[in-house]
């Protein structure tokens, strides 16, 4: 199944994403996590991808192949670039045509200051185009709606994000945001810079502060005061945080697919427990 073509028959589309377990050995056991997500019956899964350095981890590609074979739900598999060279990444992308897995979430991958980067890729679109050079892979990419923390301005980023469409990017995932209104406005902007490829809303349910606090200072999403009005009052209740956080989310959620939204991708951090609450919340509106 090719990831894009999805959106042409179904509207909202809705997408779980998942990390591998950081212990090999753990991957044997993540099988709960998994028939507990597949059950909720999501378009597709993406799986994200460390990072790295010298070595390349498959771990990333074993879990797309677990969730393919064994549930039979389509894995959207993510691949970060700048840490690698050509060669490596073709690696990963031999490995996943023999595995028959098409869908690639394209990425970039952060600056790590203990790292000196690859120089073969620069910006994911570079990635883009080298992946539809080696195979007939769909591609996938990140958005920002509230700006990628390094861009000088939105516009910019939207510029970019536009040369990241024209390689060949079928289909945006956002980042996380928390206030709909960024969203929406950022979707009318690439409408207007010519951007016309699904974009899927991401949406990371909050059940701690601390958790919360970290994410907000890697992505610098925008906190609405009635969403700092939770953490405050519940950082110290897990039990009525988790409600809070959970009520938050499935909020926007109705909001964003009453706005027309192409799809929702939920951050599920391996978490069945969130997948199934957002999911029973939202369950006649999807
Ligand atoms: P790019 O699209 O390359 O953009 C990076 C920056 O460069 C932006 O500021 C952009 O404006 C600028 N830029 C782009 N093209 C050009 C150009 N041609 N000229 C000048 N400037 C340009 N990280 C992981 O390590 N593993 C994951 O699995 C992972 N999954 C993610 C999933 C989603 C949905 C998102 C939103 C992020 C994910 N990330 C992941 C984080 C991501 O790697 C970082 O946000 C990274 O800093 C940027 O990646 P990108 O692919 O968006 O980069």
Redesign the pocket.
Known sequence: MRIPAVFADKKPVLSF?I?PPKKAAALENIDKTLALLCELTPDFI???????GSTVDNQ?VELAKKIKNEYGVEPLV?????NYNREEIRVILDQLKKAGLSNI???????NPDIAPQCDF??????VRFIKEQGDFSVS????PE??????DAV??????R??VDAGVEH?????FFDNDRFFTFYEKTRIAGINVPI?A?IMPVTNKAQIERMVSL?GATLPAKFERILERYENNREALFDAGMAYAINQIVDLIAGGADGI?V?TMNNPVIAKRICDGIKNLI
């Open positions: 994403e990390f993406s799986i994200t991808f460390g990072a790295g990333t993510h691949l970060t670039c700048l979430l394209a990425l970039r991958g952060d600056v620069s910006y994911a679109s570079d990635l990419g990140a958005c920002y700006k990628h923390l390094e861009a000088s910019t980023d939207i510029h970019n994000l040369k990241k945006l995932v956002s980042q996380l899927e991401g992505c991708h951050y």
